[in-house]
């Protein structure tokens, strides 16, 4: 009895001792999609402006810049509550659900009758951007084992800059022959299909189970991951997930992390906030009077700036594994303060060339 008693093992350890079996595969995969469509939706928006402000007579330093700046900060709010939410209510459950306010915001915008209607949707699909990500990355990683979880978690972060490639092909295809309604037609029905699949195949975190007391929870979600699991050998502790991350949280502003914390957070802020004003606002300015690029020619540069993102990531991940973060991310930023300062000299020029500039940058 002392035996069996000795092999018992917790949440974490049966699944990190398990090999990475097919469902956690499609686990993954359809996790990813769902990212990847998120990431999607956030350029898809942007190659509507264009049309918005020859149709309606939007203006882009009123009505423009409104959308931009409430979605963005719409998305900030969506990733706060839907964190929150998660420890509450269950990772799936808020991602099916902020994956929902995705799907019908972004369809429903095509509905609009006017500028308002439309700001209003935009709105309900920004907050289920925001909280797309950070609960989908929250499912993953409590899914998959810890030897693969950081090669899925970077792979998932690039699914974001690949559905912005995918966006702006499908805007480049769409718009010229059936309209800007049709594309947000198109990308609300992607994530639906998506969501829907999720909430047939991808169980719910054991973890959570296991926070909420729900023993029979753990079981089936084990049993989901891996058939093969001997529910038998496994232990359940009784966790307090909101007193957990609380004390997470205090300690990251706690000394000796709270500059490092504060700096850091910082950063991202402003990074994402550069990239999201960037990914919006480029399909307007490209199609300016100058340069006058096409929707199919602004489409194929945002494409372009998108993969070109994404392979650096990958990059950047050979680099930082063998170099400090520090001197990688202060080489980042001086590139990239010189292909920025290349950008502003080339407002005036060809397709070809701010093609390459921009995928440069």
Known sequence: MSNRTDQRQNISEIIDASPLTGRQWLFFGLIFSLILADGMDTTIISHTFPSLVSQWG???????????????LAMGVGALIAGRLGDRWGRKAVLI???????????????????????????????????????????????????????????????????????AAL??????????QTLLYVGGAIPLVITILIWAIVPESPLFFASVGSLDGVRNSMKSINPR????????????????????????????LRARTILITSFAFLALSTQVVIVQYLPLLLQLPVPGMTTVQSS???????????LSTLILSLFLARWHYFPVIGLCLGLGAIVAFAVSLSHNASYSTLFIVMTAA
């Open 171 to 180: 805007a480049g295809v769409l718009i010229p022959t059936f309209g800007w």
């Open 300 to 310: 194929n540069i945002v494409a372009s700036y998108a993969l070109a993102g994404v």
């Open 58 to 72: 939007v203006s882009i330093g009123g009505g423009i810049s409104l959308v931009v700046t409430a979605s963005f």
């Open 97 to 167: 659900a902020a994956a929902i306010f995705v799907s019908a915001g972004t369809a429903l915008g095509g509905t609009a009758p006017d500028f308002y209607m439309f700001m209003i949707w935009r709105l309900v699909a920004s907050l289920g951007i925001g909280g797309v990500m950070p609960v989908a990355l929250t499912l993953l990683t409590e899914l998959v084992p810890a030897k693969r979880r950081a090669a899925m978690l970077t792979a998932s972060f690039a699914g974001t800059g690949i559905g912005s490639a995918v966006g």
């Open 229 to 256: 699991t001997n529910i038998n050998l496994l232990e359940l502790p009784v966790v307090d997930s909101s007193t957990s991350s609380r004390g997470a949280m205090h300690k990251l502003f706690k000394a000796p």
